[in-house]
């Protein structure tokens, strides 16, 4: 029985680099983040799609936040419909504040997978304006500007 309980309340680090990254969305879907950081994952690239979804690239890094929550919460936001073909891998990201390499979990769409392009910029918008909020590095903030223009207001 003790064992269980552990499970449930086991915080666990998560890298966030979509919306999800913003601590005031998790807690309005009734979740509680806790030691909410900037960091940076080396070695992906952000692509945005209907969601956002990360792929390996060598030469790219993407920026979110680290945050802990307990292991239910977690399990239980991908289980919506609209993430739960995200799988959980475990990487390392660079804190912000202190330069220091953390181990996280981190949800991204298995390799092949076919994502529905974005239909209009709306969700990189709101990435941005997060982002912003949260005083992320200026040269990010110029890179998701640029996929704004990239994706534009067109209709598929």
Known sequence: MLDNLYWIYKMVTAFFYGLFLDPEILVKLGYTPNNVQIAKLNNYQLIIGERANLVRSDSNHVWGNL??????????????KSVADYKKQTVSCIAQRDNKTLTADVYILPEGYAMKPAKNSDYTKKLYSICQKYNFPDDYLNHLNRMIDEIGDHKC
């Open 67 to 80: 945050i802990d929550l307990n292991q239910n919460d977690i399990n239980a936001l991908y289980s919506e």
